[in-house]
Antibody
Framework: EVQLVESGGGLVKPGGSLRLSCAAS????????MSWVRQAPGKGLEWVGR??????????EYATPVKDRFIISRDDSENTLYLQMNSLKIEDTAVYYC????????WGQGTLVTVSS | QSVLTQPPSVSAAPGQKVTISCSGS????????VSWYQQLPGTAPKVLIY???KRLSGIPDRFSGSKSGTSATLGITGLQTGDEADYYC???????????FGGGTKVTVL
């Protein structure tokens, strides 16, 4: 059974930083292209970015609103995905989900990030 | 403003059918597969349909997907109260090099 557990959310001031984690199990994490998707309160879904598997280069791609502020990384030895969020803005307030395949995979339950002064 | 356009809401009586449209362009729907997601109130989204018309394991055949040109459609037949949810379409956009979603459609069972 696929399990994805996001953690690390919380309240942070504008301009601050936060690192989210996604602990994965039940599938081949090493082979997966992992994505982060977020959802602001009462709003729709927004793709944040993805990281390819190490075999496919381990490179990353980001949505324009978070490019140069967020960094996605992975630790294949720990089956864990990370999202380092820097220079946080109020509009980054959202529930953040991880998924091994945004087109057809399971999603975690998400972790809430609130950016507020 | 979402890259993919969906109607904000659709509704029908129990047992009836609803369709949800998803309109895009040649750089997204026109050149890649479409997925459909269901988000029940207070829960995480889950994939219903992938690669335009393939149902994920466990998804009843009341749910169907199709694609034509730069548009896609999700159909739900035999509508049930448990189908009340927000539904989103999504696909890869080659111009943006990003996954894009529709704005979501709220399905209400009257």
């Amino acid at each position: 059974e696929v399990q994805l557990v996001e953690s690390g959310g919380g309240l942070v001031k504008p301009g601050g930083s936060l690192r989210l984690s996604c602990a994965a199990s039940g599938f081949s994490f090493t082979a997966a292209w992992m994505s982060w998707v977020r959802q602001a309160p009462g709003k729709g879904l927004e793709w944040v970015g993805r990281i390819r598997s190490r075999a496919d280069g381990g490179t990353t791609e980001y949505a324009t609103p978070v490019k140069d502020r967020f960094i996605i990384s992975r630790d294949d030895s720990e089956n864990t995905l990370y999202l380092q969020m820097n220079s946080l803005k109020i509009e980054d307030t959202a529930v953040y989900y991880c998924t091994p395949a945004v087109s057809r995979g399971d999603w975690g339950q998400g972790t809430l990030v609130t950016v507020s002064s | 403003q979402s890259v993919l356009t969906q109607p904000p809401s659709v509704s029908a009586a129990p047992g009836q059918k609803v369709t949800i449209s998803c309109s895009g362009s040649s750089s997204n729907i026109g050149s890649d597969y479409v997925s459909w997601y269901q988000q029940l109130p207070g829960t995480a989204p889950k994939v219903l349909i992938y690669e335009n018309d393939k149902r994920l394991s466990g998804i009843p055949d009341r749910f169907s997907g199709s694609k034509s040109g730069t548009s896609a459609t999700l159909g739900i037949t035999g509508l049930q109260t448990g189908d009340e949810a927000d539904y989103y379409c999504g696909t890869w956009d080659r111009s943006l090099s990003a996954w894009v979603f529709g704005g979501g459609t709220k399905v209400t069972v009257l």
